[in-house]
């Protein structure tokens, strides 16, 4: 009778997710593909990540210092060989030879000091740097919207928050540093190079457009591939994280051989995009290599010329040469790191991405709130969790402090949705809630949500001892409390009954336990946080009876004196409550206490009576 | 070590591009190596002699072969990518087949989470390992050695200078990573207790978020994410010290070739051009050290990976199927147990189940009922076998389950878990996931069984509705709805409902029950519920507490017999729950 008049208004408790490309487990992440146009701003990614490398001031004019003097005196070399060659070894003289030669070690030692030094400083504004985008990643991930979550694949998340970080991790260590000091080795030997012999100099620097040429035009097409290797990857991410944590589901429908062919679809596609991004990276090296001995050809017929037409001595022309060899060192290290650096940026761009999703922020003015007494009203609330499809349709209730309210209804007509609303995890679309007077939205959220306690349908536990997850509910409460907690919600018994007692490590999300003990868990957890106004949605439908009578008079003492919602299907455990409404189609339908109910022989009446399909009613009516 | 060599059979069939890989890297070597030669040619024959046309054609070939030596390169890179990627898909490939073979009980011991991150960082990991080995490790000792060779040919009065910088330099690399291995596997650590918070976090955003603890989980991440910071900077920072000491022995090298190659040419037993391809030559093969030694840490901080990828390929099924397994079963479905004993760690102390004996037959209806933690699940679990006894045996139509092949005993149970898992795509898919060649009527009707139908049909696009993670547009009721409609489409003949109407609403419940009373009659059905007026009509009720049988019967003999049961009764249904005593 009542299914068929949900219609749409009813149709979904849980916001839907936008389309993801084709059925199979680990879609595609939504919305974020339309970034991939966008982000082909790598000079904003890279101004981006060069900020957080800025905020180490100091250290960073250090290492600069530091590459400065390694390079120089590093560079010192070739030309101190050459004047070696052709000063002294040419003229045989070895005491002069001699001398330079102890200079060249000075040289060289102080090299390799600031060298050291550079490294040694560069490591640890990289490190904290990547420490530092982490941590606002984070940050940023706590304070998006639960819409967010309700939307994303947590595969694809994950992989942004370590694939794509670990890349930023890898290239930021080794690379600025090394691209510093390749940058600069090139700058000075290209000023050492015309210091000596311009005509030869300028020769030689003909092959740097070529150069150019070359890195441009790999760049323009390695950059859009790495960043589809890396989408594909969360993809993958995506599937794997779905399927192996619903492993019980696939097993429990043979589904195994199925689950394996979608992954290898997407495995070999995998393969295919990294190869062509890789290979057509990897050509760099070669190409730049190719180019170097190009040059160096070009240099050493020149020099030959010149030498053979007395414009150079020999000296000049082995500094020269090796002067060109020491600009192929550092090239090579830039056409190496390239790989890398595309790889890191793409990974940059998708981290960003991510932190630039909209926060859910307090409007400016919200205040912060004190105790309350627990009056709650909703004044004509419509919400719907997608455009057009509205799940509350002009919902009114008034709860005094300290009233028990039961919500009762089919599924899916909205009584989750006005704990969702009631928690502020989503806002109304028009009318308001209000509690003790004030509107809901003008007081700071993390505040609104200490003063509710919120049992759920799926209580997620931590992977950590049990003390600590019921501790969770008041951090700073005493091992006292916390056990005086979990003797209320009648858990105790069973926790001393555990392994290790209280300090038993549940394992990830709590699954060494039942669903019924979890449920006691969460709820001594909600006793200890001693909230003012109390919403249990539908918590003890997983206890079993005997424990369920239990809590209910465990429960009855929590909710006296405070204003609680109980969202629950079992008709015995709404008997006693203040008010009873009858949700259906979004609409509060009918009201009252449990009694009046059943003498309106309304809805409510067929819902009561239908428990006992065919037996005669307990009541008489 | 072992997992790496174990890992190395995944190259086994790229090895023709393995070996390619290397000999292609050989060409460009080779073609670098004689760059210095020909410089030499140049400088000693060419200038000196005033020889302009040996300049230019030595100048030309040195062009030539620096073109030959960019193919190689080129060519080096993209074999070397074959085997890379080839290999890694494969090894991904091999630990998802791996996992989906694992049984409850592995997954419970290993845990998903950690099962994730193995699949993705650590084969990436690997993958990198294996990439520096294809590409630089092929460069770097043939450089090492071609330059090494060239230099004494070059040069042998000077043969002793670089073997005595070679040993300093390998005592120094190994001095090195003797001190930095350690550091970079605890940095590993580290990382995995990060990745775990984060994990955590988005997986229980609801709580965070319930409770206002992001500060508190702010500080948490803040630590791991500082200690790792802290660890990545020491062990970096250890690994990094190595280049400023090896930077000075090949400098040193030089000032000495000058110096006694000096000496040399004073002597007259050398030339100018000698020393200047000597210094090159030099260079190179202590450059290529260098890299050598950077490649072995690369290695090192992979090895870790490998182990962790090891242990996953290496991990035996708790429960396998016997070589002579059953594969083909046309049951009726008559489910017994036979003094079941079960233990979720397999020694009978921890038993979870004691002595369970009964029997379903074909067609009946069987409800259990009991506290928390009595064993329900545990018990119906053994039917498909998610897990094996420890004692006893449980039985389909006479046949131990264990003799028949754990995907054919699956074909025909229909499963609705405790917790009702659903997978992103259509609403049909999902329906339809137990039996994909289902056609559309037969995916209706088992909708509108579970009642299901009214609300997908509210839905803009039907049974076409797309879900997301984990099905989260959905209530708790819808979902476990979808969860009946999937089960019951596998037309089992066993059919186990595992408290799967608790978020179900009491008149819809009853509403599945009639639909489901009519498809149950062709199925034996175990459902375990918490609530008396799902198990009314069943046909038997067993009653379990701490792991037993404690009453057997139907709703009316059990009134009678069983105080646990009345009193059951009293709480959910009210006082005179019984029609007979009105």
């Known amino acids: 009778m009542s299914n068929s008049r949900q219609g749409t208004s009813s149709a979904a408790a849980r916001p839907p997710a936008r389309p993801a490309m084709g059925p199979r487990p680990g879609g595609r992440p939504m919305g974020m593909m339309r970034h991939g146009e966008k982000s082909k701003d790598a000079r904003g990614t890279l101004l981006r990540l060069w900020r957080y490398m800025r905020r180490q001031r100091w250290p960073l004019v250090g290492v600069a210092v530091f590459v400065v003097i390694s390079t120089v005196a590093s560079l010192l070399g070739p030309y101190l060989m050459g004047i070696a060659i052709d000063r002294y070894i040419t003229n045989h003289d070895l005491p002069g030879l001699a001398r330079l030669a102890w200079l060249m070690i000075a040289c060289h030692l102080v090299a390799a000091a600031s060298a050291w030094l550079q490294t040694y400083i560069m490591i640890g504004v990289a490190q904290r740097a990547v420490r530092d985008i982490r941590s606002d990643l984070f940050a940023r991930m706590q304070s998006l919207p639960l819409r967010f979550f309700d939307q994303r694949s947590h595969g694809d998340l994950m992989s942004r928050l370590t694939n794509d970080v670990d890349n930023v991790s890898m290239i930021l260590g080794n690379g600025v540093s090394q691209l510093l000091s390749s940058v600069l080795s090139i700058i000075v030997v290209i000023a050492m190079m015309l210091a000596l012999n311009v005509r030869l100099a300028l020769v030689s620097l003909v092959v740097a457009p070529l150069m150019f040429l070359v890195t441009r035009y790999i760049a323009r097409y390695v950059r859009p591939r790495f960043r589809q290797t890396q989408e594909t990857l969360g993809e993958l991410n995506g599937i794997i994280e779905e399927t192996v944590t619903g492993q019980h589901t696939v097993k429990a429908f043979a589904r195994e051989e199925v689950t394996i062919g979608q992954f290898c679809e997407v495995n070999a ?319 509060i339908i009918e009201r009252g206490t449990h009694k009046s109910l059943l003498a309106q022989r309304g809805f409510y009446y067929h819902l009561y009576a239908s428990q006992f399909r065919g037996q005669a009613l307990p009541e008489a009516v | 070590m072992r997992s790496a060599l174990r890992l190395a059979t995944y190259l ?159 005592i120094v690399v190994m001095l090195v990573v003797r001190r930095a291995t350690p550091l970079f596997t605890q940095m590993q650590t580290r990382l995995d207790a990060l990745n775990e918070v984060m994990q955590e976090n988005l997986a229980g955003v609801r709580l965070v978020k319930a409770f206002a603890r992001a500060d508190h989980e702010q500080e948490r991440f803040g630590g791991a994410n500082e200690r790792l910071a802290w660890q990545a900077i020491t062990a970096m920072r250890t690994s990094a010290s190595m280049f400023p000491f090896m930077m000075i022995t090949v400098n040193l090298g030089v000032v000495g070739v000058l110096w006694f190659g000096g000496v040399e040419v004073t002597r007259g037993t050398m030339q100018v051009g000698q020393i200047i391809a000597f210094v090159n030559y030099l260079l190179t093969t202590l450059f290529s050290l260098m890299m050598v030694s950077q490649l072995v840490i690369q290695f090192a901080r992979a090895g870790a990976s490998a182990n962790r990828i090891a242990e996953v390929l290496d991990s035996e099924p708790w429960v396998q199927d016997r070589p002579d397994a059953l594969r083909e079963l046309t049951p009726r479905g008559r489910v017994a147990f036979e003094d079941v004993t079960f233990g979720y760690d397999g020694n009978g102390s921890e038993a979870v189940l004691r002595g369970i004996s009964f029997v379903a037959e074909p067609g009946e209806t069987v409800a259990l009922l009991g506290t928390t933690g009595a064993g329900k699940s545990s018990l119906v679990h053994l039917i498909p076998r998610f897990y094996d006894v420890t004692e006893g045996r449980v039985t389909l139509d006479g046949v131990d389950v264990r003799d028949v092949s754990q995907e054919t005993l699956r074909r025909h149970i229909g499963v609705a878990l405790q917790e009702a898992v659903l997978f992103s795509g259509t609403i049909r898919d999902n329906i339809r996931y137990g039996r994909p060649e289902a056609t559309d009527d037969e995916v209706v009707a088992a909708a509108k069984a579970a009642q299901a139908h009214d609300f997908i049909m509210g839905f803009p696009e039907g049974y076409d509705t797309i879900l997301g993670q984990r099905g989260v547009n959905l209530s708790g009721g819808q979902k476990q709805r979808l969860a009946i409609a999937r089960a019951l489409l596998v037309k089992p003949a066993v059919l186990i409902l595992d408290d799967s109407t608790s978020a179900v609403d009491v008149e819809t419940e009853g509403k599945i029950q009639e639909a489901l009373e009519e498809q149950m009659k062709h199925c034996t059905s175990l459902v375990i519920a918490q609530r008396v007026s799902t198990v009314l009509s069943a046909d038997k009720i067993l009653i379990l507490d701490d792991g037993r049988i404690a009453a057997e019967g139907t709703h009316e003999t059990l009134l009678k017999a069983s105080p646990i049961y009345r009193e059951i009764c009293e709480s959910q249904l009210g006082n005179g729950v019984n029609g007979h005593e009105q």
């Open chain 1, 269 to 587: 596609r995998l393969k295919s995009v990294a190869m062509r991004a890789r290979v057509l990276a990897g050509f760099m090296g070669p190409l730049m290599n190719m180019v170097n001995h190009i040059g160096l050809a070009i240099v050493v017929g020149t020099g030959g010329l010149l030498a053979v037409q007395g414009l150079a001595t020999v000296g000049a022309i082995a500094s020269f040469i090796s002067y060109y060899n020491r600009l192929g060192r550092p090239l090579s290290q830039i056409a190496n790191l390239y790989s890398g650096l595309q790889s890191a940026l793409a990974g940059a761009e998708r981290v960003f991405e991510l932190m630039d999703e909209e926060p859910e922020v307090d409007a400016p003015d919200a205040r912060p709130m004190e105790h309350t007494n627990g009056d709650v009203t909703l004044d004509r609330v419509c919400f719907g969790y997608e455009e057009g499809v509205p799940v509350l349709n002009e919902v009114s209730l008034h709860a005094d402090a300290g009233q028990m309210i039961a919500l009762v209804g089919p599924t899916g007509a909205g009584k989750t949705t006005i704990a969702n609303l009631l928690t502020r995890f989503y806002d109304v679309d028009s009318g308001a809630i209000r509690l003790d007077g004030t509107d809901v939205r003008a007081v700071r959220k993390d505040d609104l949500r200490r003063k509710l306690g919120l049992v759920l349908q799926d209580n997620f536990l931590f992977a950590d001892t049990v003390m600590e997850n019921i501790r969770y509910g008041r951090l700073e409460a005493t091992d006292e409390e916390v056990m005086a907690a979990a003797a209320m919600a009648n858990a105790d018994h069973f926790i001393r009954r555990l392994p290790k007692g209280y300090q038993t490590v549940l394992s990830e999300r709590g699954s060494n336990l039942s669903q019924g003990q979890r449920q006691l868990l969460a709820i001594a957890r909600v006793i200890l946080s001693d909230p003012d106004i109390l919403i249990l949605d539908e918590a003890t439908s997983n206890v079993d009876t005997r424990t369920e009578k239990h809590l209910q008079e465990a429960l009855m003492r929590l909710m006296a004196g405070r204003t609680s919602f109980v969202i629950a299907h079992r008709l015995s455990t709404i008997r006693d409550a203040d008010q009873v409404l009858v949700i259906n189609g979004g609409e």
């Open chain 2, 12 to 170: 086994k069939p790229y090895r023709k591009w393995a070996l390619l890989a290397p000999l292609l890297m050989l060409l460009e070597v080779a073609m670098d190596l004689t760059q210095p030669r020909l410089i030499q040619r140049i400088v000693d024959e060419g200038i000196a002699q005033g020889d302009m046309n040996l300049v230019l054609r030595t100048g030309l070939l040195m062009l030539g072969l620096a073109a030959i030596g960019a193919l190689g390169g080129m060519s080096n890179g993209v074999a070397a990518e074959q085997v890379v990627q080839g290999a890694g898909a494969d090894l991904r490939e091999a630990l998802f087949r791996k996992v989906q073979s694992l049984s409850f009980g592995n997954l419970d011991h290993l845990g998903t989470g950690p099962l994730v991150t193995r699949l993705t960082n650590d084969v990436t990991q690997t993958q990198e390992a294996t990439m520096m080995m294809l590409r630089m490790a092929a460069r770097s000792p043939f450089l090492m050695a071609g330059s090494l060779i060239m230099a004494i040919l070059t040069s042998p009065q000077l043969t002793y200078l670089p073997l005595v910088l070679i040993l300093v330099e390998v």
